[in-house]
């Protein structure tokens, strides 16, 4: 009985959150769209995305020198509320699976983020997708990239894949790389999607969480110039394991 009580809670809290963030959309959707057809551009993408991972239940604490223009961020990736989180948090951009811009809504969310698909399916075309991001990277909005390629269980990291970061091997003039670790403390296994779970199953376990979580992005300092793309994964991957690490060891139960 107290399982049974314990499951429609969370459920009830779920769709609370669910409605709490149909309620931020229609809020926000008005200036948006007078901020685009009067500005050309708007700012509200990111405080949606900022309020969205609030409803969440996430509580984000950013450390570390802002991301500046021409960045590409290489970020580990447990959640689809790493989007939420770092979009909110740092104004980023993100490169995606072409699926998501197919997806009704999420597509058109993603949209005025200014995201960047890739199709994952043209494996031939990696020149292609590697140009896309070198020519994105010339505007001023950060771009991030989860080299995992996937989200994962929170408790390790998954090899980082080199292929994209080869628009930055090495970066053109003026444009960094930098490792950023979404760090979710002792709250990781918890939040992390992997696995057979469905997305919907996931989406209601979080939400339906009670309370609130911290989360820490750290920041973290560019990587050094490097002609090989392999080098640039190995030393992101090593940089964000170090900063997860450190904050294991400390004790931080976040």
Not at 103 to 112: A, E, H, N, R, V
Not at 202 to 211: A, D, E, H, Q, T
């Amino acid at each position: 009985m107290v399982g049974t009580t314990s499951t429609t809670l969370s459920t009830w809290r779920a769709y609370v959150r669910i409605a709490g963030l149909a309620a931020l959309f229609v809020t926000c959707l008005p200036p948006h769209l007078l901020s685009k057809w009067l500005l050309g551009r708007s700012r509200w993408p990111r405080r949606f995305l900022a309020a969205a991972a609030r409803i969440a239940g996430a509580r984000v604490r950013v450390e570390g020198k802002p991301l500046g223009a021409h960045t590409l961020a290489v970020v580990n990736h447990t959640s689809w509320l790493d989007i939420l989180i770092l979009g909110g948090a740092t104004g980023t951009a993100f490169v995606s699976k072409a699926e998501v811009q197919r997806t009704p809504l999420i597509g058109w969310l993603s949209d005025q983020n200014h995201t960047l698909y890739i199709e994952r399916a043209e494996r031939g075309d990696a020149h292609g997708q590697v140009r896309r991001i070198s020519d994105r990277l010339s505007q001023a909005q950060p771009l991030t990239v989860f080299p995992e390629g996937t989200t994962g269980d929170g408790k390790a990291l998954l090899k980082f894949r080199s292929t994209l970061l080869d628009a930055v091997a090495p970066p053109f003039e003026g444009a960094s790389v930098r490792p950023v670790a979404i760090d979710y403390g002792a709250n990781r296994a918890a939040i992390g999607w992997s696995g057979g779970e469905a997305g919907k199953d996931n989406v209601l376990k979080i939400l339906g969480r009670s309370g609130s979580f911290e989360v820490i992005v750290r920041l973290l300092k560019p990587l050094e110039r490097n002609e090989n793309r392999k080098a640039l994964a190995g030393a992101a991957q090593v940089a964000i394991e170090a900063a997860l690490a450190a904050s294991t060891s400390a004790g931080l139960g976040l």
